[in-house]
């Protein structure tokens, strides 16, 4: 089973979304920051194979998500991308690379239910 690479600068936000899959039954991985993610990355996979799926925040230090994405569509154009963000406006930074965007809050079965979708015709299953 593949994972799903979850990045988020805000531990408690992290812990309570890995929770929320994990009980979906996903298999889940964790970043506190866009540097920590591509070290999963690179860890896990050369070619990345063994993560079906990434969520990310938009607002973080060093990397925001948007930069994170670009550097992440680098090295793997096709995975699924889901970014969550409290602001509006921040839609725009993600032009072009093939994200899908939710605003906060998002729903734990609004984001179960995105993620089943965006990873079925990737070869991805969940134990559900």
Do not use: W
């Amino acid at each position: 089973m593949r994972s799903i690479l979850l990045l988020d600068d805000s531990a408690i936000q992290l812990g309570i979304r890995k929770a929320v899959l994990e009980n979906a039954g996903f298999r889940v991985l964790t970043a506190l920051s866009a540097e920590a993610a591509f070290a999963v990355l690179s860890s896990h996979n050369a070619d990345h194979r063994n993560i079906g799926a990434v969520i990310t925040d938009h607002l973080m230090p060093n990397v925001p998500g948007s930069q994170f994405v670009r550097q992440l569509r680098a090295l793997n154009a096709d995975i699924p991308v889901i970014v969550i963000s409290g602001l509006p406006e921040a839609i725009e930074e993600y032009a072009g690379l093939n994200v899908h965007f939710r605003y906060k809050p998002c729903q734990p079965g609004e984001l179960i239910e995105l993620l089943r979708s965006v990873t079925r015709d990737k070869y991805f299953s969940a134990a559900v």
